[in-house]
């Protein structure tokens, strides 16, 4: 079974645009190595990993000034998970 990768635009698309953040805002607040490419991936909804969404989260939180959590911005299961459930 193959899973989905483009899953539409995210919600973390609709909170940085009520925030007025761009993904600039991101890379910049980011503490680890976040890229725009990144970003925009995230925004899109082509399916990240765990590791990526926590790099994007973190850099939200960051940049926003808030604490939500992975659910908030995202509106799938990371790559491992995913692909864990099905087996």
Not at 7 to 19: D, S
Not at 29 to 38: E, F, P, V, Y
Not at 67 to 77: P, R, W
């Amino acid at each position: 079974m193959t899973l989905e990768r483009n899953l539409g635009e995210q919600p973390l698309a609709a909170l940085l645009a009520q925030r007025q953040l761009t993904p600039n805002d991101l890379v910049r607040a980011s503490k680890a190595q976040l890229t725009h490419k990144l970003v925009a991936r995230a925004v899109k909804g082509r399916r990240l990993t765990a590791h990526s969404m926590k790099k994007v989260l973190a850099a939200f939180n960051a940049a926003a000034g808030v604490n939500l959590g992975t659910a908030d911005l995202f509106n799938y299961l990371p790559v491992e998970v995913a692909q864990d459930d099905d087996e």
